[in-house]
């Protein structure tokens, strides 16, 4: 009988741990609550009506469609039974011979209920949607207001200077440029502000001083209204409080401010690292079980390199993902095991139209050379030449005519 494999999560880590598993060694059931996988980086185009969800969004069982030895269940895994091995989901218990856990991670608050009630955030394909549809309306609420328009209406905040609020921020002040005022003549523009609030000294932190310098002189020439070195300290829905003791206005909060585990229930407490992760060794494995592991966001790994873990990114996500899936045929074979080992090839951001900042390992530049590699790169990471294209055209057609057509308002219930 084959060895069975549960693997709980879709997203980036989990996906190319199954498609790097030689097909018909194991039987592998993927449990996921979304029917798709999502592609995180550019959530800040669907938010902005740049794309459309659909176009970063995959279905799981299309991407397994010919892998006979994969099953997909759509469910929410609520805890693991490390001694039983079985996971208990909304869809039932289902018993693993291996558990990989792949569950990424959502948005951190850091324990502020007030902040998680009131603000938006950026981790999922229907909260960029939802992101869309509330600032798409903020400008209906402004028109219908008429003179009494309040003034949080007038003021949009992103909440974390790093790569999403930096694009996110970004985005908003292109499209308050060049597209809202031909949608909404009725609305005086020059009174919509975009701030950008980072609790560091800059921009971009993790990235290179030119990546630093760049980004905030690309935001101020957008006319972003940048404030670094401030916490946010509260939001009632209403009024923002900073620890300038400053307080702003505003009825559009996104906060992109941190991220924290999905932890999967009944695993021991001494596994749980800083930032919620699980804490594995260097081949994935979670310390303390012999067939569980984590990879992607969840998994906290100290190596010599990265002595308090890796950068919780995509590349890492594969990698990890690929190199578990090697080590599974390796020791289906009774072959030695590989150690995880990240190879930074860089990272980038964009700020807007030919506006981006590259940093490679011996090399950063920005400008139009660098919005180019982006675009071509996140092109080339999309799943399906379908996708590609559609990503492409709607790229193309942006840049020539600067007037999307994807503006749209769609909710399930339109009286929420
Ligand atoms: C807005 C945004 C922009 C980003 N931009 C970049 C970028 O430009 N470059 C870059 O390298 N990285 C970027 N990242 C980070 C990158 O997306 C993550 O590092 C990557 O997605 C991690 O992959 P993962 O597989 O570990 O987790 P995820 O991709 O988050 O996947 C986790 C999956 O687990 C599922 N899941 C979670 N809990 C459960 C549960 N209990 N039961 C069932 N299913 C569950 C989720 O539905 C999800 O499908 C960005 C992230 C965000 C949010």
Redesign the pocket.
């Not at 469609?65 to 218990?93: C, F, I, W």
């Not at 909260?127 to 209406?153: P, Q, V």
């Given at each position: 009988m084959k060895k069975k494999i549960i693997v709980?999560?879709?997203?980036?880590?989990?996906?190319?741990f199954i498609k790097n598993l030689k097909p018909g060694m194991f039987e592998v059931v993927l449990?996921?609550?979304?029917n798709?996988?999502?592609?995180?980086?550019?959530?800040?185009q669907v938010a902005t009506s740049q794309i459309e969800p659909t176009s970063i969004s995959f279905p799981l069982r299309k991407i397994f469609q010919d892998r006979k030895d994969v099953t997909v269940r759509m469910?929410?895994?609520?805890a693991a039974d490390p001694q039983n091995m079985t996971v208990t989901?909304t869809a039932g218990t289902f018993e693993y011979d291996y558990l990989v856990i792949?569950?990424?991670?959502?948005?951190n608050y850091y324990g502020n209920n007030e902040l998680e009630k009131h603000t938006l955030s950026?981790?999922?394909t229907y909260e960029?949607i939802k992101i869309r549809n509330e600032i798409l309306e903020n400008f209906e609420n402004i028109l219908n207001s008429g003179s009494n328009a309040d003034e949080g209406l007038f003021n949009i905040v992103v909440v974390g200077g790093g790569?999403?609020g930096v694009?996110?921020s970004g985005a908003f002040a292109e499209i308050k440029r060049d597209i809202l005022p031909k949608d909404f003549p009725g609305i005086d523009f020059s009174r919509l502000k975009i701030h950008l609030l980072e609790g560091g000294d800059h921009t971009l932190n993790t990235m290179s001083d030119l990546a630093k310098r760049s980004s905030e002189k690309y935001l101020k020439s957008l006319g972003v209204q940048l404030r670094t070195g401030v916490f946010v300290r509260n939001y009632d829905g209403s009024i923002l409080q900073l620890s300038n003791g400053e307080h702003l206005e505003s009825k559009n909060v996104i906060w992109?401010a941190g991220?924290t585990g999905?932890l999967?229930n009944g695993l021991s407490q001494e596994v749980t690292a800083p930032g919620k992760r699980l804490r594995v060794d260097r081949t994935n494995r979670v310390e303390g079980y012999e067939n569980i592991y984590a990879?992607?966001?969840?998994?906290y790994m100290e190596t010599p390199k990265y002595p308090k873990g890796h950068?919780?990114?995509?590349?890492?996500?594969?990698n990890?993902?690929k190199n578990l899936a090697r080590n599974f045929t390796r020791m289906f074979k009774g072959g030695k095991l590989t150690e995880y080992e990240y190879r930074d090839l860089g990272?980038?951001?964009t700020v807007g139209r030919n506006k981006a900042i590259v940093d490679l390992p011996l090399v950063s530049f920005h400008g139009y050379l660098a919005w180019y590699f982006w675009m071509f790169l996140?092109l080339m990471l999309i799943l399906s030449v379908r996708n590609k294209l559609i990503i492409f055209i709607n790229w193309a057609w942006n840049y020539i005519t600067k007037n999307s057509s994807l503006r749209l308002i769609l909710k399930i219930d339109p009286d929420k």
């Amino acid at each position: 009988m084959k060895k069975k494999i549960i693997v709980i999560g879709g997203g980036f880590a989990g996906l190319q741990f199954i498609k790097n598993l030689k097909p018909g060694m194991f039987e592998v059931v993927l449990i996921d609550r979304l029917n798709h996988h999502q592609f995180q980086p550019l959530f800040y185009q669907v938010a902005t009506s740049q794309i459309e969800p659909t176009s970063i969004s995959f279905p799981l069982r299309k991407i397994f469609q010919d892998r006979k030895d994969v099953t997909v269940r759509m469910a929410e895994v609520l805890a693991a039974d490390p001694q039983n091995m079985t996971v208990t989901s909304t869809a039932g218990t289902f018993e693993y011979d291996y558990l990989v856990i792949a569950s990424g991670g959502k948005t951190n608050y850091y324990g502020n209920n007030e902040l998680e009630k009131h603000t938006l955030s950026l981790k999922t394909t229907y909260e960029a949607i939802k992101i869309r549809n509330e600032i798409l309306e903020n400008f209906e609420n402004i028109l219908n207001s008429g003179s009494n328009a309040d003034e949080g209406l007038f003021n949009i905040v992103v909440v974390g200077g790093g790569p999403t609020g930096v694009e996110l921020s970004g985005a908003f002040a292109e499209i308050k440029r060049d597209i809202l005022p031909k949608d909404f003549p009725g609305i005086d523009f020059s009174r919509l502000k975009i701030h950008l609030l980072e609790g560091g000294d800059h921009t971009l932190n993790t990235m290179s001083d030119l990546a630093k310098r760049s980004s905030e002189k690309y935001l101020k020439s957008l006319g972003v209204q940048l404030r670094t070195g401030v916490f946010v300290r509260n939001y009632d829905g209403s009024i923002l409080q900073l620890s300038n003791g400053e307080h702003l206005e505003s009825k559009n909060v996104i906060w992109t401010a941190g991220i924290t585990g999905n932890l999967i229930n009944g695993l021991s407490q001494e596994v749980t690292a800083p930032g919620k992760r699980l804490r594995v060794d260097r081949t994935n494995r979670v310390e303390g079980y012999e067939n569980i592991y984590a990879i992607g966001d969840i998994a906290y790994m100290e190596t010599p390199k990265y002595p308090k873990g890796h950068p919780q990114v995509a590349n890492v996500a594969i990698n990890q993902g690929k190199n578990l899936a090697r080590n599974f045929t390796r020791m289906f074979k009774g072959g030695k095991l590989t150690e995880y080992e990240y190879r930074d090839l860089g990272s980038m951001a964009t700020v807007g139209r030919n506006k981006a900042i590259v940093d490679l390992p011996l090399v950063s530049f920005h400008g139009y050379l660098a919005w180019y590699f982006w675009m071509f790169l996140h092109l080339m990471l999309i799943l399906s030449v379908r996708n590609k294209l559609i990503i492409f055209i709607n790229w193309a057609w942006n840049y020539i005519t600067k007037n999307s057509s994807l503006r749209l308002i769609l909710k399930i219930d339109p009286d929420k």
